[in-house]
């Protein structure tokens, strides 16, 4: 897979990319990663690639033309690439988008600056993300939010293969992960579900989905389809959701 930015600050890209998971997984051609700067596309000695807003207003936009051209010749080199922008009036970025960006071949995020890009752009674009309702200064961590979560998702990105499945959000659930514990088995008070150290996977497992179920019904209880419940999940939901309560993780399954 190729990943691709267009951004006026091309550098912030590869110190993150090249470390930790995203290293080893880019190093071992897991995905290829090449970044481009806006300004190869202008034509004026200031390499300008914003001016002022029609209409009056504060800041600057990003101009249509440097954007088309880029695009024009970025597509005219290979297999067109999948074409993302990030906007507040964006579609939400959830895990279902990187799934489904995890099947393409070469996926282009077009970061913007200053105080937006002219509208005309968007008619380019293949998806139109945001990644909450707040405002950031450009689109470059969020191209990096998007890239950390497609990468993952593939194969040989992670050591163990299970991991991206078992994940909160994940296709598999739907649901957010089960608490986890690692030693020692009991800190300053606090011990480990005793099941857990049971040895029994079936026991194990039947706790860790009692757990997710517990998990996504303090926190993000519109996650819950409550037809995919047996009785016993659907009465732990129930007395979560009634009780009112917001948890710290911890599982009483």
Not at 53 to 74: H, I, R, S, W
Not at 118 to 123: I, L, P, T
Request: glycine content about 8%; aromatic content about 8%; some cysteine.
């Amino acid at each position: 897979m190729l990943f691709e930015t267009l951004s006026v600050i091309p550098e912030v890209f590869d110190p993150y990319l090249d470390a930790s998971i995203m290293g080893r997984a880019r190093r071992a051609g897991v995905f290829e990663f090449l970044s481009h700067d806006l300004r190869d596309w202008t034509h004026d000695r200031h390499r300008t690639v914003d001016d002022a807003p029609f209409g009056g207003g504060q800041g600057m936009l990003m101009k249509p033309a440097p954007v088309f051209e880029a695009l024009d010749d970025l597509s005219s080199r290979g297999p067109r690439p999948h074409v993302v922008f990030f906007s507040p009036c964006g579609v939400p970025y959830d895990q279902r988008a990187a799934e489904r960006l995890a099947r393409e071949e070469r996926v282009l995020l077009v970061c913007g600056r200053y105080e937006g890009m002219d509208e005309r752009v968007y008619a380019l674009a293949d998806d139109v993300f945001s990644l909450g309702d707040y405002v950031l200064t450009g689109g470059e961590l969020a191209a990096l939010v998007v890239m950390d979560s497609v990468a993952r998702l593939l194969p040989g990105a992670l050591g163990d293969e299970m991991s991206a499945v078992d994940e909160s959000f994940s296709a598999e659930t739907g649901l957010l992960e089960y608490a986890q514990y690692t030693r020692p088995s009991s800190y300053r008070g606090m011990d480990v579900p005793e099941v857990l150290l049971s040895g029994d996977h079936a026991r194990v497992d039947r706790w860790r989905r009692l757990s997710s179920l517990e998990r996504t019904a303090r926190w993000r209880p519109d996650l819950i389809d409550e037809r995919r419940l047996d009785d016993e999940e659907l009465a732990l939901v129930r007395s979560v959701l009634e009780s009112g309560e917001v948890g710290n993780g911890s599982s009483r399954a």
